[in-house]
């Protein structure tokens, strides 16, 4: 199924993207998400963004490099980032009148009934004005034994708590491969239909850079969206000005039809 009538179908759409994908090189990328989510409001569609890349916008203003085990300065650069990056979504959303809300999230948010309920009042509050939710894991107070550890698991709960219809995770790749897509031999995936195994692909655990997200924490956020109900479109951050035409590739994870 083309991404342009997946699109078409849904009421209301989660966009998560990378640090990769924002940051360094890659920065212009912003712009584009920017865009497509304006496109997406334009067509009746409630939109919410959620987004990494504190710690990769503030390291750089430091010159500092950030270690896994030191908690610290990663805390300390995610409330240096954080204000830097909703600066940066801030000054894109202004090209079309529309301003972001921030919203950081732990897991204990999430398990706690009361704060999930609050987070979910918070979402629903800012789509009915119209305000961009950008979502991101509260990194400054998160552990390394109590956190999401990667935005993808993120975004999967949050696609859940909200009743979103669609997910899409942008990437460095334009979807599920039946082995690392650099391997010799290996094949796009176009579908996966709920409850397939995939036993018999091969998955990379990692990235680079300071994404915490790979392709497999890609794999297991969207079978964690498929079983609430919501369909999941894998693809790249490249493709994002293509989503809407259908033209680009991707993969389709099929949701529950009972979630």
Known sequence: MSTADLISSAHRVLVKVGSSSITGDQEANLDLIVDFTVDLKKLGKEVIIVSSGAIATAAPLLGLTIRSDDLPTSQALASIGQA????????????????????????????????SLNALKAIERLLELGVVPIINENDSVATHEIRFGDNDQLAARVSTLAGTDLMILLSDIDGLYTKPPQDQGAEHISTVEFGDSLNSIEVSGTSTGYGTGGALTKLAAARLATIGGVGVVLTSTANVVELLSGDCKHTWFEPSSRP
């Open 84 to 115: 830097k990056l909703m600066g940066r979504y801030e000054k894109s959303l202004a090209r079309h009148a529309l301003i972001p809300g921030q919203i950081l999230l732990t897991v204990e948010n999430l398990d706690q009934d009361q704060s």
